[in-house]
């Protein structure tokens, strides 16, 4: 068989799951337990003696797709993983094919200009000055930059080593000096404290910002925060503003934030994974009016610009910054040489890394961003509509009404009952939804990111919902 042949398969056996998904079939989620999945999947004969083309490869693909979880489903609605456009697939395909390790120029520059204005789109999205394209010789002009790397927590990691850069250009060869701390919410992406971790700081360096009751910073009350660190000894070295928060969807009020640590000298780095996609919508930019104030940003563009994962970015509004994260001696790789384009690898954790920007572009050139932003505002207003209905019902209680696709609520009853709710719903196989922790009690979640789900699957949620419960209150009366 040709690749050719075994590609054709693939793809026929792909369609058809999509296809199938979309119309509703079968469970969104099905979980066997792993040793029999190993066995039906016939893995060991498979590595031991090969001959996995065609016919074998088919039936192959049918079993590894039976056990996969269905994103097309309309019944999907529990993580921030897009269901990515066919044409960023394709881009995944074409990378995994060429494997151009692009953080080098010479090892991709298709990839590496890709990503260049990949990054130089997402910067005039924030509003800051792409870079000149001579960057590497011309380090006296300021302008943006960025790099794209293997995901939000890399991302946040990578923007927050830029951050220490700046106000301690010698932790790279000393080490991080003791008592910085990093200023962010008890809602913020657990990624943060890992990078704290990672970073040698230890995760109670990350001190908790005051906030309002839905846990978005209360810039009226930081400088005052930020006062009572330093009265500590400690130095709040930067501060973290979610755009928009991973449990309820919320967006901090960025101008605000933005202000207060300008005045203050505080790096405002903005967690975007989830929100900034919203920059790309003229309707919902305003959610993040003041984002060109902050020094750093990250924004994933597996959520919700349609791209398969992982992709996300790590945008500074001073390239310099981004420069002095990393500084590192490798010479088989950083030597004098022709520059005809730009090495990514000097902005990032990664050494090889894949051709993130042509997911990123092959999205965006299927339809244009005019197609990506009717996408996020139709999945906005599904949440908004989807609010009103949960309103409605009898028992059910909505936590906030919703700034993004996300969308959280509670039947009346204990916080295990919504566990318990979840994990009878993903044990039925017909919907698949999240839960998290807000406001001191925890909550079902729905993150809509299928523009084949609707409203009517929100409301069979319900009646599934319903079913469920009456099963527990059946159960604990037998
Ligand atoms: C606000 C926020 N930041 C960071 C991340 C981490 O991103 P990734 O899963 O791409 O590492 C997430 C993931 O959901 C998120 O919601």
Not at 34 to 42: M, T
Not at 214 to 243: H, Q
Not at 350 to 359: D, F, I, Q, R, V
């Amino acid at each position: 068989m040709t690749f050719k042949e075994d590609g054709a398969i693939a793809i026929a056996a792909l369609e058809s799951f999509a296809a199938r998904a979309i119309a509703g079939e079968g469970p969104v989620i099905n979980q066997p337990r792993i040793d029999e999945l190993a066995r039906r999947l016939d893995l060991d004969r498979l590595m031991t003696e090969g001959g996995l083309t065609g016919e074998t490869l088919r039936l192959f693909l049918d079993t590894y797709l039976a056990a996969s979880t269905r994103l097309h489903h309309p019944a999907y609605m529990a993580h921030q993983v897009a269901v990515p456009l066919a044409t960023s697939a394709i881009a995944a395909l074409v990378d995994g094919f060429t494997n151009n390790a692009m953080a080098i120029y010479e090892m991709g520059p298709a990839a590496a200009t890709v990503e260049r204005a990949v990054i130089d789109w997402m910067l005039r999205k924030i509003g800051w000055v792409p870079e000149p394209a001579q960057r590497v010789t011309d380090r006296s002009q300021a302008s943006g930059g960025g790099v794209l790397t293997h995901g939000g927590s890399l991302a946040n990691l990578t923007a927050l080593l830029a951050a220490r850069a700046r106000i301690a250009p010698d932790a790279w060869e000393n080490g991080t000096p003791e008592g910085l701390v990093i200023v962010a919410t008890a809602g913020s992406h657990y990624s943060v404290a890992r990078a704290a971790g990672i970073m040698g700081l230890g995760q109670k360096a990350v001190r908790h910002a005051p906030t309002d009751a839905l846990g978005r910073i209360d810039p009226t009350k930081l400088p005052a925060f930020l006062a009572s660190l330093r009265r500590e000894g400690v130095t709040p070295f930067a501060v973290v503003a979610n755009a928009c928060a991973t449990a309820l969807g919320l967006y901090d009020p960025l101008r605000e934030i933005a202000q207060v640590c300008r005045a203050e000298c505080v790096w405002l780095h903005i967690d975007g994974a989830h929100g900034a996609s919203a920059l790309v919508s003229p309707k919902l930019r305003h959610l993040l009016d003041g984002v060109e104030l902050a020094d750093s940003l990250i924004w994933d563009a597996h959520k919700m610009l349609r791209t398969s994962i992982l992709c996300a970015a790590v945008l500074v509004r001073d390239r310099r910054d981004l420069d002095q994260a990393f500084r590192e001696e490798a010479s088989y790789l950083f030597h004098d040489k022709d520059q005809p384009g730009i090495d990514f690898i000097h902005r990032t954790v990664e050494c090889t890394k894949s051709a993130l920007g042509l997911k990123v572009f092959c999205a965006l050139a299927s339809g244009g961003e005019g197609a990506i932003a009717a996408g996020i505002e139709r999945q906005t207003e599904l949440a908004h509509e989807a609010a009103s209905l949960l309103r409605a019902e009898p028992g059910i209680e909505v936590a906030v009404e919703p700034q993004s696709n996300i969308v959280c609520f509670r039947l009346d009853g204990p916080d295990d009952l919504q566990i318990e709710l979840r994990r009878r719903l993903t044990e039925a196989g017909d919907f698949y939804i999240s839960t998290t922790e807000a406001m001191g009690r925890r909550w079902l979640r729905l993150a809509l990111m299928n523009p084949a789900t609707g409203l009517a699957d929100v409301e069979h949620l319900v009646a599934s919902l319903r079913e469920h419960l009456a099963g527990t209150l059946t159960d604990d009366i037998g």
